[in-house]
């Protein structure tokens, strides 16, 4: 793992790093803050998982997180959202299939399966690497993300109990089996068999009978794609009251898909995940 | 004055607008983020001039202002950079010079002089448009920028007495006729003459007897720009103690020229403009 960039923000350092994975069989870049009070020891982590066709640079420019980081003390780790590169396959014209659209699924499809593994990547083999190389309490993991990335914060938290304290997400892909996105990119990396798409839903996830901390999701009322049923929070919704998951869904009047409503209520989501990781700790 | 967009943020109003610009004599964009105090009556407006290759969008986007507008219930008005658009003369293998730098002066050179009036725009047309138009307090203003646009909110607030109430910049252009930068774009625009770029030069202002009030400036040691010479807040700060212009300098140490740094210090200069906006008020 090689830094490639440092910059100084809120008295702590917003770094880049790249290493060749092996989870996706390419080079993989992401970024984490430090906040100042990593100078002094380890600190806890909030995983960032971004949507379709960000890298890790979108979250760290435009939610305004470091601040929030600086003043709880803790670390954001910022993956990518697929494996990248010459080698790497693509659909060039489409922005919600291929590179920057990776799901946080293990595809089984060729030629995706090589190095389409981001929930391998984002579970296993990044928070090992971070955890071994920089000043991150081992272990002390929150977990949010937007959109497709609020998908993934959703299922990592449910296929992987104690895995992390807290978790919420921003406009999340509730229930991607049912969505014409989820459906795109799950029937191109996982093939036609449903169950192997119901492994990677948060909604049917719950139905299964997985569990997570209690869930909090924002979701603006004015988003194009709640409108266009990509998200569809009401189902996740329906299967959390069935199966007694704790969830607090805040439909926020206005708000849209943009990283102007992240901003505007991940400060609360910040909070929140930083008493999870100081209790739990 | 057509309102092109409209995004709800921190309870606000994210807001993007376009007309023909009578000074700039093409349509110009411009985004005017109004806070959520603005639906119960007229609020005081701060002015940011971005630097350069920038539009209105990025200090929107980076900066993480709204937040702070939002808690101290001023306006954020936040011109573009330039005249732009097919028939504007530009540079188009240049970042700076042309489109996206117009350096906040009135150009007198042909074909510059035509579209190239942004200091009349930011200190005569644009605040008499959004006064007319929004819900702002008339006259009360501050000024604040970056790098060519903190050059640019030091001459406005020195060259116009009692225009805006409190002025602050990040990295500012501080000596521009002794900049790479300056002596380019002041060359092109304004001709060989001295005299005519020392009118739009924070520095020789001060020294030609020009005040603003208390200037706040910070300015990053790890700047690329700063040891390039082309920002050079010593010569400002030095013309400051000759003159008795009220004058903190911070240097900040191991910050760069991005957004980053800007952001870490935003929180303070809008706290200052917001004192100074409800004091006069």
């Known amino acids: 793992m090689e830094q490639i960039e440092s910059i100084k923000e809120f008295g702590g350092h917003l770094n880049r790093y790249t290493h060749d994975s092996e989870s996706c069989q390419c080079p993989m870049t992401f970024s984490v803050y430090l906040p100042p009070q990593a100078a002094d020891g380890p600190v806890p982590a909030l995983y960032w998982f971004s949507g379709l066709t960000c890298t890790d640079d979108n979250f760290r420019v435009k939610a305004g997180a470091q601040r929030y980081a600086a003043e709880e003390g803790i670390a954001l780790v910022i993956p990518d959202t697929s494996p990248r590169g010459e080698g790497v396959p693509d659909e060039p014209d489409r922005y919600d299939l291929g590179q920057g659209a990776g799901f946080y699924v293990n595809a089984t499809r060729s030629p995706w399966d090589r190095n ?6 984002v579970t296993r083999e990044l928070p090992a ?3 071994a190389h920089l000043p ?5 993991r929150s977990v949010s993300g937007h ?11 449910l296929k992987n109990p104690g895995m992390f304290r807290s978790v919420s997400a921003f406009a999340p892909i509730c229930n991607p ?4 996105w989820g459906k795109t990119c799950f029937g191109t990396y996982l093939g036609d068999e449903k169950s192997a798409w119901e492994a990677y839903d948060a909604t049917c996830l719950i139905d299964s009978g997985a569990r997570a901390p209690e869930i909090l999701i924002d979701q603006g009322t004015a988003d194009e794609f709640l409108k266009a049923g990509q998200l569809q929070p009401q189902y996740l ?3 959390c009251e069935r199966a007694g998951q704790p969830l607090t869904l805040r439909m926020q ?3 849209d898909h943009s990283y102007h409503f992240i901003a505007t209520f991940l ?4 909070a929140r995940h930083a008493k999870a990781l100081r209790q739990g700790g």
């Open 267 to 270: 400060g609360e989501h910040i």
């Open 237 to 239: 919704q329906a299967a």
């Open 147 to 157: 959109s497709m990335g609020g998908h993934g914060a959703l299922i990592v938290a």
């Open 116 to 121: 389409y593994r981001m929930y391998d990547y």
């Open 136 to 140: 991150l309490v081992p272990g002390v």
């Open 253 to 255: 009047d206005g708000y």
């Open 129 to 131: 690497l971070v955890e």
């Open 177 to 180: 089996v049912e969505s014409g």
